[in-house]
Protein backbone atom coordinates (compact mmCIF):
# COMPACT_ATOMS: atom_id res chain seq x y z
CA UNK A 1 0.00 0.00 0.00
CA UNK A 2 2.47 2.23 1.23
CA UNK A 3 4.72 1.82 -1.95
CA UNK A 4 1.65 3.09 -4.11
CA UNK A 5 0.46 5.70 -1.89
CA UNK A 6 4.64 6.75 -2.61
CA UNK A 7 4.60 6.54 -6.28
CA UNK A 8 0.94 8.27 -6.74
CA UNK A 9 2.72 11.35 -4.60
CA UNK A 10 5.27 11.43 -6.92
CA UNK A 11 3.38 11.43 -9.57
CA UNK A 12 1.11 14.15 -8.41
CA UNK A 13 4.63 16.03 -7.78
CA UNK A 14 5.88 15.21 -11.35
CA UNK A 15 2.57 16.83 -12.82
CA UNK A 16 2.60 19.68 -10.36
CA UNK A 17 6.15 20.71 -11.97
CA UNK A 18 5.78 19.58 -15.89
CA UNK A 19 2.41 21.93 -15.15
CA UNK A 20 4.77 24.31 -13.86
CA UNK A 21 6.61 24.77 -17.15
CA UNK A 22 6.75 28.12 -18.33
CA UNK A 23 5.42 27.21 -21.92
CA UNK A 24 5.43 23.93 -24.23
CA UNK A 25 7.61 24.84 -27.13
CA UNK A 26 6.61 24.15 -30.43
CA UNK A 27 8.72 21.59 -32.76
CA UNK A 28 9.43 24.23 -35.24
CA UNK A 29 10.64 26.09 -32.24
CA UNK A 30 12.93 23.39 -31.21
CA UNK A 31 14.13 22.30 -34.67
CA UNK A 32 15.31 25.89 -34.96
CA UNK A 33 16.65 26.65 -31.91
CA UNK A 34 18.86 23.68 -31.74
CA UNK A 35 20.90 25.21 -34.88
CA UNK A 36 21.90 27.79 -32.68
CA UNK A 37 25.14 27.62 -30.46
CA UNK A 38 25.47 26.57 -27.42
CA UNK A 39 26.75 24.14 -24.66
CA UNK A 40 26.41 20.23 -24.88
CA UNK A 41 23.84 19.93 -21.62
CA UNK A 42 21.46 17.83 -20.13
CA UNK A 43 18.31 17.68 -22.63
CA UNK A 44 15.22 19.22 -22.59
CA UNK A 45 13.73 19.95 -19.18
CA UNK A 46 16.39 20.80 -16.81
CA UNK A 47 19.24 21.70 -19.59
CA UNK A 48 21.42 24.52 -18.13
CA UNK A 49 19.46 24.52 -14.75
CA UNK A 50 20.93 21.54 -13.65
CA UNK A 51 24.40 23.64 -13.87
CA UNK A 52 22.98 26.33 -11.98
CA UNK A 53 20.98 24.22 -9.26
CA UNK A 54 24.46 23.15 -8.48
CA UNK A 55 26.39 26.04 -7.54
CA UNK A 56 26.08 29.14 -5.36
CA UNK A 57 23.42 31.50 -6.23
CA UNK A 58 26.31 34.04 -5.82
CA UNK A 59 28.26 32.27 -8.49
CA UNK A 60 25.64 32.83 -11.43
CA UNK A 61 26.97 35.66 -13.17
CA UNK A 62 30.67 34.84 -12.90
CA UNK A 63 29.20 31.63 -14.60
CA UNK A 64 27.22 33.45 -16.99
CA UNK A 65 30.18 35.09 -17.64
CA UNK A 66 32.17 32.73 -18.44
CA UNK A 67 29.61 30.86 -20.62
CA UNK A 68 29.31 33.75 -22.36
CA UNK A 69 32.91 34.43 -23.30
CA UNK A 70 33.14 30.52 -24.41
CA UNK A 71 30.69 31.26 -27.03
CA UNK A 72 31.15 34.70 -28.18
CA UNK A 73 28.39 36.88 -26.45
CA UNK A 74 25.42 34.66 -27.11
CA UNK A 75 24.41 30.97 -26.35
CA UNK A 76 21.55 28.33 -26.40
CA UNK A 77 20.41 26.81 -24.21
CA UNK A 78 17.17 24.48 -22.04
CA UNK A 79 15.86 26.11 -18.93
CA UNK A 80 13.11 23.77 -17.35
CA UNK A 81 11.88 23.07 -20.57
CA UNK A 82 12.01 26.31 -22.20
CA UNK A 83 14.39 27.22 -24.81
CA UNK A 84 16.64 29.94 -23.74
CA UNK A 85 19.09 32.23 -25.63
CA UNK A 86 21.79 33.93 -23.02
CA UNK A 87 23.22 37.24 -24.49
CA UNK A 88 25.14 40.06 -23.95
CA UNK A 89 25.98 40.91 -27.32
CA UNK A 90 24.84 44.54 -28.26
CA UNK A 91 24.51 43.38 -32.14
CA UNK A 92 21.98 40.62 -30.66
CA UNK A 93 20.17 42.65 -27.79
CA UNK A 94 19.82 45.63 -30.69
CA UNK A 95 18.21 43.43 -33.16
CA UNK A 96 15.70 42.24 -30.16
CA UNK A 97 14.88 45.47 -28.42
CA UNK A 98 13.99 47.29 -31.45
CA UNK A 99 11.61 44.99 -32.76
CA UNK A 100 7.92 46.35 -32.03
CA UNK A 101 6.33 43.08 -31.98
CA UNK A 102 8.95 41.08 -29.68
CA UNK A 103 7.56 43.40 -26.38
CA UNK A 104 6.57 40.43 -24.35
CA UNK A 105 8.22 40.17 -21.03
CA UNK A 106 9.81 36.32 -19.89
CA UNK A 107 7.59 33.68 -18.16
CA UNK A 108 9.75 34.28 -14.62
CA UNK A 109 8.12 38.23 -14.05
CA UNK A 110 4.63 36.33 -13.54
CA UNK A 111 6.07 35.88 -10.40
CA UNK A 112 5.98 39.49 -9.13
CA UNK A 113 2.17 39.27 -10.51
CA UNK A 114 0.46 38.90 -7.15
CA UNK A 115 2.45 42.33 -6.05
CA UNK A 116 2.59 44.30 -9.14
CA UNK A 117 -0.62 42.53 -10.94
CA UNK A 118 -0.85 43.57 -14.50
CA UNK A 119 0.72 47.02 -14.78
CA UNK A 120 2.95 49.02 -17.14
CA UNK A 121 5.73 46.77 -16.03
CA UNK A 122 4.09 43.24 -16.61
CA UNK A 123 1.50 44.32 -19.44
CA UNK A 124 1.71 43.19 -23.06
CA UNK A 125 -0.18 44.28 -26.27
CA UNK A 126 -2.55 46.31 -26.46
CA UNK A 127 -3.34 47.31 -23.31
CA UNK A 128 0.49 47.97 -22.21
CA UNK A 129 0.44 50.39 -25.73
CA UNK A 130 -2.71 51.99 -24.33
CA UNK A 131 -0.36 52.72 -21.03
CA UNK A 132 2.36 54.06 -22.14
CA UNK A 133 0.98 56.34 -23.94
CA UNK A 134 -1.39 57.59 -21.59
CA UNK A 135 1.52 57.53 -19.05
CA UNK A 136 4.37 58.91 -20.63
CA UNK A 137 3.70 62.36 -20.39
CA UNK A 138 3.61 62.59 -16.96
CA UNK A 139 7.29 62.48 -17.57
CA UNK A 140 8.06 65.22 -19.70
CA UNK A 141 10.58 67.11 -18.42
CA UNK A 142 8.92 70.23 -18.11
CA UNK A 143 6.57 67.89 -15.06
CA UNK A 144 10.19 66.42 -13.62
CA UNK A 145 11.31 70.11 -13.16
CA UNK A 146 8.41 71.30 -10.77
CA UNK A 147 9.45 68.32 -8.72
CA UNK A 148 12.83 69.37 -8.02
CA UNK A 149 12.17 71.39 -5.26
CA UNK A 150 10.54 67.71 -3.37
CA UNK A 151 13.53 65.93 -4.42
CA UNK A 152 16.11 68.15 -3.10
CA UNK A 153 13.93 68.23 0.14
CA UNK A 154 13.92 64.83 0.31
CA UNK A 155 17.98 64.28 -0.14
CA UNK A 156 18.51 66.99 2.27
CA UNK A 157 16.47 65.18 5.19
CA UNK A 158 18.87 61.90 3.92
CA UNK A 159 21.73 64.09 4.42
CA UNK A 160 20.96 65.17 8.10
CA UNK A 161 20.50 61.17 8.78
CA UNK A 162 23.92 60.50 7.16
CA UNK A 163 25.48 62.85 8.83
CA UNK A 164 24.11 61.72 12.40
CA UNK A 165 26.51 58.42 11.45
CA UNK A 166 29.66 59.99 12.50
CA UNK A 167 31.95 58.33 10.49
CA UNK A 168 30.62 54.61 11.41
CA UNK A 169 30.80 52.19 8.24
CA UNK A 170 27.47 51.69 7.53
CA UNK A 171 25.16 49.91 5.43
CA UNK A 172 23.95 53.42 3.34
CA UNK A 173 20.59 50.75 1.77
CA UNK A 174 17.95 51.47 4.34
CA UNK A 175 19.32 55.66 4.99
CA UNK A 176 18.73 55.71 0.57
CA UNK A 177 16.24 53.29 0.18
CA UNK A 178 13.87 55.63 3.00
CA UNK A 179 15.28 58.92 1.12
CA UNK A 180 14.16 57.82 -2.58
CA UNK A 181 10.84 57.02 -0.91
CA UNK A 182 10.27 59.66 0.99
CA UNK A 183 10.74 61.81 -2.80
CA UNK A 184 8.57 59.19 -4.72
CA UNK A 185 6.05 59.56 -2.83
CA UNK A 186 5.69 63.50 -2.26
CA UNK A 187 6.88 64.26 -6.22
CA UNK A 188 4.62 61.54 -7.83
CA UNK A 189 2.14 61.00 -5.38
CA UNK A 190 1.41 64.08 -3.76
CA UNK A 191 2.16 62.12 -0.47
CA UNK A 192 3.91 63.63 2.15
CA UNK A 193 5.45 61.18 4.78
CA UNK A 194 6.25 62.23 8.41
CA UNK A 195 9.62 61.88 9.64
CA UNK A 196 8.71 59.66 12.27
CA UNK A 197 6.31 57.35 9.92
CA UNK A 198 7.94 54.00 10.83
CA UNK A 199 5.43 52.55 7.72
CA UNK A 200 8.03 53.62 5.17
CA UNK A 201 10.70 51.20 6.65
CA UNK A 202 8.38 48.79 6.78
CA UNK A 203 8.04 49.53 3.23
CA UNK A 204 11.30 49.39 1.88
CA UNK A 205 11.93 46.33 4.51
CA UNK A 206 9.09 44.44 2.84
CA UNK A 207 10.20 45.32 -1.01
CA UNK A 208 13.43 43.75 -0.07
CA UNK A 209 11.80 40.39 1.25
CA UNK A 210 9.47 40.55 -2.02
CA UNK A 211 11.28 40.83 -4.38
CA UNK A 212 13.94 38.01 -2.49
CA UNK A 213 10.69 35.64 -2.16
CA UNK A 214 9.98 36.18 -6.15
CA UNK A 215 13.29 35.30 -7.34
CA UNK A 216 13.45 31.93 -5.25
CA UNK A 217 10.48 30.68 -7.09
CA UNK A 218 12.24 31.55 -10.56
CA UNK A 219 15.06 28.98 -9.71
CA UNK A 220 13.27 26.72 -7.84
CA UNK A 221 11.39 24.06 -9.84
CA UNK A 222 8.98 23.30 -7.10
CA UNK A 223 8.44 26.77 -5.55
CA UNK A 224 6.92 27.34 -9.66
CA UNK A 225 4.06 25.73 -9.09
CA UNK A 226 1.54 27.89 -7.04
CA UNK A 227 0.05 24.68 -5.58
CA UNK A 228 3.01 23.80 -3.91
CA UNK A 229 3.97 27.53 -3.23
CA UNK A 230 0.60 28.43 -1.47
CA UNK A 231 1.40 25.13 1.31
CA UNK A 232 5.06 26.76 1.93
CA UNK A 233 5.71 29.01 5.25
CA UNK A 234 7.76 31.36 2.33
CA UNK A 235 4.02 32.11 0.73
CA UNK A 236 2.84 32.91 4.06
CA UNK A 237 5.53 35.42 4.66
CA UNK A 238 5.07 36.16 1.34
CA UNK A 239 1.48 37.37 1.92
CA UNK A 240 2.16 39.02 5.12
CA UNK A 241 4.55 41.36 3.30
CA UNK A 242 2.11 42.22 -0.22
CA UNK A 243 -0.24 43.28 2.99
CA UNK A 244 2.28 45.43 4.11
CA UNK A 245 3.11 47.20 0.30
CA UNK A 246 -0.55 47.18 -0.93
CA UNK A 247 -1.64 48.64 2.64
CA UNK A 248 1.21 51.67 2.20
CA UNK A 249 0.23 51.85 -1.63
CA UNK A 250 -3.77 51.88 -0.84
CA UNK A 251 -3.61 54.40 1.45
CA UNK A 252 -2.19 56.93 -0.48
CA UNK A 253 -4.32 56.12 -3.28
CA UNK A 254 -7.58 56.52 -1.17
CA UNK A 255 -6.52 59.50 0.58
CA UNK A 256 -5.39 61.37 -2.56
CA UNK A 257 -8.83 59.76 -4.53
CA UNK A 258 -11.02 61.42 -1.63
CA UNK A 259 -9.20 64.69 -1.95
CA UNK A 260 -9.42 64.59 -5.69
CA UNK A 261 -13.47 63.34 -5.79
CA UNK A 262 -13.87 66.50 -3.40
CA UNK A 263 -12.20 68.83 -5.77
CA UNK A 264 -10.20 70.19 -3.47
CA UNK A 265 -6.79 69.61 -4.64
CA UNK A 266 -7.18 69.19 -7.97
CA UNK A 267 -3.52 70.40 -8.04
CA UNK A 268 -0.67 69.64 -5.88
CA UNK A 269 0.87 72.38 -3.43
CA UNK A 270 4.55 71.68 -2.70
CA UNK A 271 6.19 73.45 0.10
CA UNK A 272 7.23 76.56 -2.16
CA UNK A 273 3.24 77.11 -2.43
CA UNK A 274 3.80 75.85 -6.45
CA UNK A 275 0.91 74.10 -7.91
CA UNK A 276 1.56 71.02 -9.71
CA UNK A 277 -0.04 67.74 -10.64
CA UNK A 278 1.56 64.74 -9.66
CA UNK A 279 1.20 61.14 -11.21
CA UNK A 280 -1.04 59.73 -9.40
CA UNK A 281 -3.70 63.10 -10.15
CA UNK A 282 -2.87 61.45 -13.86
CA UNK A 283 -4.12 58.06 -13.10
CA UNK A 284 -7.42 59.83 -11.12
CA UNK A 285 -8.23 62.02 -13.98
CA UNK A 286 -7.95 58.87 -16.67
CA UNK A 287 -9.72 57.09 -14.61
CA UNK A 288 -12.92 59.55 -15.37
CA UNK A 289 -12.14 59.60 -19.43
CA UNK A 290 -10.38 55.88 -19.83
CA UNK A 291 -11.62 52.58 -18.81
CA UNK A 292 -9.55 52.30 -15.44
CA UNK A 293 -10.94 50.97 -12.17
CA UNK A 294 -9.28 51.26 -8.51
CA UNK A 295 -7.39 48.00 -9.51
CA UNK A 296 -6.16 49.52 -12.50
CA UNK A 297 -4.80 52.43 -10.39
CA UNK A 298 -3.35 50.49 -7.91
CA UNK A 299 -1.23 48.19 -10.15
CA UNK A 300 0.50 51.31 -11.83
CA UNK A 301 1.24 52.93 -8.32
CA UNK A 302 2.55 49.67 -6.88
CA UNK A 303 5.02 49.22 -10.22
CA UNK A 304 5.83 53.06 -10.09
CA UNK A 305 6.58 53.17 -6.10
CA UNK A 306 8.39 49.54 -6.12
CA UNK A 307 10.56 50.95 -9.23
CA UNK A 308 11.29 54.47 -8.45
CA UNK A 309 12.52 54.23 -5.30
CA UNK A 310 14.09 50.88 -4.62
CA UNK A 311 16.19 51.32 -8.18
CA UNK A 312 16.89 54.81 -7.36
CA UNK A 313 18.42 54.03 -3.78
CA UNK A 314 20.31 50.71 -4.51
CA UNK A 315 22.17 52.92 -7.93
CA UNK A 316 22.68 55.62 -5.38
CA UNK A 317 24.49 53.31 -3.25
CA UNK A 318 26.57 51.80 -5.59
CA UNK A 319 27.62 55.18 -6.86
CA UNK A 320 28.39 56.04 -3.52
CA UNK A 321 30.23 53.04 -2.74
CA UNK A 322 32.53 54.31 -6.24
CA UNK A 323 33.35 57.79 -4.84
CA UNK A 324 34.33 56.50 -1.35
CA UNK A 325 36.70 53.85 -3.41
CA UNK A 326 37.89 56.16 -5.79
CA UNK A 327 38.85 59.34 -3.72
CA UNK A 328 40.41 61.38 -6.87
CA UNK A 329 37.44 60.67 -8.69
CA UNK A 330 35.30 61.98 -5.91
CA UNK A 331 38.06 65.14 -5.48
CA UNK A 332 37.30 65.93 -8.87
CA UNK A 333 33.22 65.65 -8.96
CA UNK A 334 33.62 67.96 -5.76
CA UNK A 335 35.59 70.47 -7.36
CA UNK A 336 32.84 70.92 -10.03
CA UNK A 337 30.53 71.41 -7.30
CA UNK A 338 32.37 74.18 -6.33
CA UNK A 339 32.71 76.00 -9.55
CA UNK A 340 28.69 75.68 -9.83
CA UNK A 341 27.95 76.43 -5.59
CA UNK A 342 31.27 78.12 -4.14
CA UNK A 343 30.07 77.09 -0.59
CA UNK A 344 26.44 77.38 -0.70
CA UNK A 345 24.07 74.80 -0.09
CA UNK A 346 21.13 76.06 -1.88
CA UNK A 347 19.07 73.82 -3.65
CA UNK A 348 20.30 72.86 -7.59
CA UNK A 349 18.51 74.29 -10.29
CA UNK A 350 18.05 73.19 -13.81
CA UNK A 351 21.18 75.42 -14.85
CA UNK A 352 22.94 74.17 -12.43
CA UNK A 353 22.38 70.54 -13.30
CA UNK A 354 23.42 71.41 -16.63
CA UNK A 355 27.02 72.15 -16.03
CA UNK A 356 27.51 69.34 -13.79
CA UNK A 357 29.37 67.73 -16.85
CA UNK A 358 31.67 65.21 -14.63
CA UNK A 359 28.95 64.23 -12.81
CA UNK A 360 27.48 63.00 -15.68
CA UNK A 361 29.97 60.67 -16.71
CA UNK A 362 30.53 59.66 -13.17
CA UNK A 363 26.71 58.56 -13.21
CA UNK A 364 27.24 57.29 -16.29
CA UNK A 365 30.04 54.65 -15.23
CA UNK A 366 28.72 53.67 -11.83
CA UNK A 367 24.87 52.38 -13.82
CA UNK A 368 27.68 50.62 -16.46
CA UNK A 369 29.12 48.56 -13.64
CA UNK A 370 25.85 48.47 -11.82
CA UNK A 371 23.01 48.66 -13.61
CA UNK A 372 19.80 48.93 -11.10
CA UNK A 373 18.45 45.93 -13.92
CA UNK A 374 21.42 43.23 -14.14
CA UNK A 375 19.33 41.24 -16.62
CA UNK A 376 16.19 41.43 -18.84
CA UNK A 377 14.05 38.85 -20.34
CA UNK A 378 11.74 38.39 -23.89
CA UNK A 379 9.16 35.88 -24.81
CA UNK A 380 9.55 36.45 -28.37
CA UNK A 381 6.48 36.01 -30.41
CA UNK A 382 8.19 36.14 -33.93
CA UNK A 383 11.33 35.39 -35.57
CA UNK A 384 14.63 37.39 -35.13
CA UNK A 385 16.93 37.29 -37.81
CA UNK A 386 20.74 37.83 -36.47
CA UNK A 387 23.56 40.03 -38.45
CA UNK A 388 24.98 36.98 -38.68
CA UNK A 389 22.15 35.24 -40.01
CA UNK A 390 21.30 33.13 -37.76
CA UNK A 391 17.27 33.08 -36.24
CA UNK A 392 16.36 33.15 -33.01
CA UNK A 393 12.69 31.73 -33.55
CA UNK A 394 9.38 32.28 -31.73
CA UNK A 395 8.89 30.81 -28.64
CA UNK A 396 12.00 30.99 -27.36
CA UNK A 397 12.95 33.17 -24.37
CA UNK A 398 15.46 35.92 -24.54
CA UNK A 399 17.75 36.51 -21.81
CA UNK A 400 19.65 39.58 -21.90
CA UNK A 401 22.53 40.47 -19.03
CA UNK A 402 22.51 43.84 -19.05
CA UNK A 403 25.76 43.93 -16.78
CA UNK A 404 27.51 41.82 -18.67
CA UNK A 405 27.29 43.52 -21.81
CA UNK A 406 28.58 46.57 -19.83
CA UNK A 407 31.36 45.03 -18.65
CA UNK A 408 32.12 43.09 -22.53
CA UNK A 409 36.35 43.70 -22.79
CA UNK A 410 35.13 44.03 -26.84
CA UNK A 411 33.82 47.57 -26.24
CA UNK A 412 34.63 48.35 -22.86
CA UNK A 413 38.96 48.19 -22.05
CA UNK A 414 39.92 47.22 -18.48
CA UNK A 415 35.66 46.56 -18.09
CA UNK A 416 35.74 45.88 -14.18
CA UNK A 417 37.51 49.26 -13.70
CA UNK A 418 35.77 52.56 -12.74
CA UNK A 419 36.81 55.26 -15.32
CA UNK A 420 34.02 58.08 -15.77
CA UNK A 421 36.55 59.63 -18.64
CA UNK A 422 34.69 56.66 -20.92
CA UNK A 423 31.36 59.28 -21.06
CA UNK A 424 33.42 61.76 -22.76
CA UNK A 425 30.94 62.43 -25.82
CA UNK A 426 34.04 62.20 -28.44
CA UNK A 427 34.06 58.59 -27.21
CA UNK A 428 30.64 57.61 -26.88
CA UNK A 429 30.58 58.75 -30.47
CA UNK A 430 32.46 55.67 -31.64
CA UNK A 431 30.32 53.25 -29.21
CA UNK A 432 27.75 50.83 -30.40
CA UNK A 433 24.39 51.88 -29.11
CA UNK A 434 23.37 48.76 -27.29
CA UNK A 435 26.49 48.34 -25.59
CA UNK A 436 25.57 50.73 -22.80
CA UNK A 437 21.59 50.15 -22.05
CA UNK A 438 21.60 50.53 -18.42
CA UNK A 439 17.58 51.48 -18.49
CA UNK A 440 16.86 49.07 -21.05
CA UNK A 441 16.27 50.14 -24.83
CA UNK A 442 13.58 50.30 -27.59
CA UNK A 443 9.81 50.53 -27.48
CA UNK A 444 9.91 48.94 -23.72
CA UNK A 445 12.70 51.13 -22.21
CA UNK A 446 12.03 52.05 -18.58
CA UNK A 447 9.72 54.99 -18.56
CA UNK A 448 11.04 56.68 -15.58
CA UNK A 449 14.23 56.91 -16.68
CA UNK A 450 14.31 60.64 -16.42
CA UNK A 451 13.09 60.99 -13.48
CA UNK A 452 15.60 58.84 -11.96
CA UNK A 453 18.59 60.41 -13.43
CA UNK A 454 17.03 63.87 -12.27
CA UNK A 455 16.54 61.85 -9.02
CA UNK A 456 20.45 60.45 -8.78
CA UNK A 457 22.02 63.95 -9.78
CA UNK A 458 20.64 66.31 -7.21
CA UNK A 459 21.19 63.34 -4.64
CA UNK A 460 24.90 62.88 -5.04
CA UNK A 461 25.60 67.07 -5.72
CA UNK A 462 23.77 67.38 -2.46
CA UNK A 463 25.49 64.80 -0.67
CA UNK A 464 28.83 65.21 -1.80
CA UNK A 465 28.56 69.33 -1.54
CA UNK A 466 28.28 68.37 2.33
CA UNK A 467 29.79 64.77 2.85
CA UNK A 468 33.36 63.04 2.28
CA UNK A 469 32.80 59.90 1.95
CA UNK A 470 35.44 56.77 2.43
CA UNK A 471 34.82 52.46 2.20
CA UNK A 472 37.47 49.38 2.73
CA UNK A 473 35.02 47.62 0.17
CA UNK A 474 36.77 46.73 -3.03
CA UNK A 475 34.16 46.74 -5.55
CA UNK A 476 36.62 44.44 -8.04
CA UNK A 477 35.52 41.41 -5.40
CA UNK A 478 31.77 42.37 -5.15
CA UNK A 479 29.19 39.62 -5.62
CA UNK A 480 25.83 39.71 -6.38
CA UNK A 481 22.44 38.72 -5.52
CA UNK A 482 20.20 37.13 -7.96
CA UNK A 483 17.51 40.00 -7.80
CA UNK A 484 15.36 41.82 -9.94
CA UNK A 485 16.75 44.53 -8.71
CA UNK A 486 20.60 44.34 -8.51
CA UNK A 487 21.76 44.17 -4.96
CA UNK A 488 25.13 42.71 -3.51
CA UNK A 489 25.53 39.63 -1.61
CA UNK A 490 27.06 41.55 1.61
CA UNK A 491 26.54 44.82 2.87
CA UNK A 492 28.23 47.52 1.32
CA UNK A 493 29.68 49.68 4.15
CA UNK A 494 30.84 53.42 3.91
CA UNK A 495 31.89 56.20 6.03
CA UNK A 496 30.36 59.76 5.91
CA UNK A 497 31.97 62.49 7.17
CA UNK A 498 31.28 66.09 7.26
CA UNK A 499 33.46 68.30 4.89
CA UNK A 500 34.98 71.39 6.57
CA UNK A 501 33.80 74.79 5.00
Not at 207 to 234: E, H, W
Not at 237 to 250: E, M, N, Q, R, Y
Not at 297 to 326: C, K, P, W, Y
Not at 440 to 463: D, Y
Request: include cysteine; glycine fraction near 6%; proline fraction near 6%.
Amino acid sequence: MIPWLFACALCFLVYLIAKSVDTVPSLRTVWMFNKLPGPNDLPFFFGSAWHLFRINMDDVFPYIQKRLAEFGGMYACYFMGLPTVICSDPEVIEAILTSNKNIDKGPEYKFIGRWLANGILLSTGEKWRQRRKMLTPSFHFKILEDGMGCMSRGWRKTLEVLLATKGQPVDLQPILGKGALDIICESAMGYVLEDNDDRSNEYVAAVKRATRDSTKRVYNPLLKSDFIFDLTPLSRSHAKDLGILHGFTGKIIRERKAAFDEEKQLEYSDADGKKRQVFLDTLLEMSKKENLNDNDIREEVDTFMFAGHDSTSTALQFLMMHLAENPEVQEKAYKEQQEIFGYSDRDPTKEDLSKMHYLDQVIKESLRLHPPAPSIAWLLCEDVQLPNGRIIPAGAKVLIYIILTHRNPKYWDDPDAFKPERFDPDLCKTRHPYSYIPFSAGPRNCIGQKFALLEMKIGVSTILRACKLTTTTNSRDLKYKMLIILQPSTPIKIAVFPRNK
